[in-house]
């Protein structure tokens, strides 16, 4: 790579202008929205305005083209400089800005990527960062593009434990391709930050993780160029720029001062605006064209991904779940091979191993850091470069909900595989067993959640979620479970399976894995005293097959049971009670965990908490005498 050259005095000016502009956008958006957070903006605008005008690659007819630069702005508070900047590059007319935070704009008070030029979206503090590194390891591990990821972060966001989760995995994995700019502007949103100005103990953190790290003047355009072309020539580690800015730069009177954190300026603006503009030296449209970025990174297909060959299990086995994922995980993974696996350090429990040695380089491990994981896999899936399956323990998914429901913000489709579900994984005890997670995926806007009963079920909605838009949640769970369906079954999102059924049925049962075989050994024990149960498999629990299910109950006197290894808050109850709310003569009892659990034997805690199949049995019969 040629040496520095310090750019020409015109440049430099331009680049404080450009700078200066971006603040007078951000003062004018938020005044005509009455809200917003114009001073965060002011703190990175000599930032945006160098990286915009002078280092980043990309186009205005592609913003987020396959080779163009990645830019995540993680502190998405300060959205309006960010809009401000793409309407400089060209992209839109500057007026549109002054529809910011409108109803009827996408500018919206926080990035999107309801916007063309936004990867993921952020506001909910400390994300950003993971996403961009997910990027990142996708343009240098499997693009293996020369696209550069910049991400920038806030100094109060920094206090969050994601960020240094995103840290420590970017530098294991020699990031160099990940620049991270952090604004140290001293003040939070309700006070100063614990560091405030210490940039000394930002370096040595940043550096203590093993980032290469400058400590610039952020309002300084020739040392930030200085500083973002030395991180293009640092190999094997990512790059942290730490920046001493100041909140509100440039606006008398409000500049590093408390109290104006989300707040327009409203009767300073104008003030605040006139010094500005006196600060410009070319008051007329500048001529700052981005640099064209390289071809290299070729077009990816990731529609009708299937698996390689067809389950093939002996009806007479039984075999767990979660073992079927990791067999169908290899398949998908032989018919695409955009198709990756990540885990957080429990792949020889999730079998996500078998996708690691399978395809080595298509698996990325990233430890007990839930948070970071989740980001990590909505960066990858960023641009349909890559089709990622997020495995870890259903429980710890929890830890990341907030990743997970900024995911659906960002439109990420992101499959996401949580094992060990429910009190039948036994001795573990209540710390390990996921009892809430299909009501939090359920939660999520656009969610397809499947809790498949068998291994063939498993298998096919791997394949089913490889090819779901959206957020896809896969239950699995540690017993094994006897073979239930065949290859060929056509198994589809949103229509339930009746799997025992007879013209004389009293009551409908509704479960799911392990409790659809509690169920159904309870249907063998009723049979005995003449009285007969039909059982039905949902596959889904959202969408639910609510057409099946009304049918069925109609077809059973209006009566139902549904049977869960899950609190009675969200999950299968609640969905099947949600399919038949609005038909009359229809009554739902709900088993599932009424309480927190201990530990024990898996059929012990079954009982115990009332899902087995003898308590499948006194729910029936109970149902019954009371009609």
Known sequence: MSEYRRPDPELLQNLKDIANKLRIHSIQMTDASNSGHPTSCCSIAEIMSVLFFNVMKYTIAEPRGDNTDRFVLSKGHAAPILYAAWAEAGLFPTSELLKFRKIDSDLEGHPTPRLNFIDVATGSLGQGLSCA?????TGKYLDKADYRVYCIVGDGESAEGAIWEAMSFSSHYNLDNLVVIFDVNRLGQSEPTTLQHDMDVYRKRAEAFGWNTIVVDGHDVDALCKAFYDTSTVKGRPSCIVAKTFKGKGIPGIEDQENWHGKPLSAKSEAAIRSLTESIKNKGPHELTPKVPDNIAKPVNITNIRLSEPPTYNREAQVTTRAAYGSALVKIGKSNDRVIAMDGDTKDSTFSIKFKEAFPDRFIECFIAEQNLVGVGIGCGTRGRTVPFISTFASFLSRAFDQIRMGAISQTNVNFVGSHSGVSIGEDGPSEM?????????????????????????????????????????????????????????????????????????????????????????????????VNIRVIDPFTIKPIDEETIRKNAKETGGKIITVEDHYPEGGLGEAVCSAVACCRAITVKKLAVPEIPRSGRSDELLEKYGISANCIVKAVNEMLSQY
Do not use: H, W
Not at 485 to 513: E, F, H, P, W
């Open 434 to 530: 996921a009892l809430e997670d299909l009501s939090m995926f359920r939660s999520i806007p656009g969610s397809t959640v499947f809790y498949p009963s068998d291994a063939v079920s498993t298998e096919r909605a791997v394949e089913l979620a490889a090819n779901t838009s959206g957020v896809c949640f896969i239950r699995t769970t540690r017993p094994n479970t006897p073979i239930l369906y065949n290859a060929d079954d056509n198994l589809q999102i949103g229509k339930a399976r009746v799997v025992r059924k007879s013209n004389s049925d009293k009551v409908t049962v509704v479960g799911c894995c392990v409790t659809l075989f509690e169920a159904l050994k309870a249907a063998d024990k009723l049979a005995i005293d003449g």
């Open 133 to 137: 590194a997910g990027m990142a390891y």
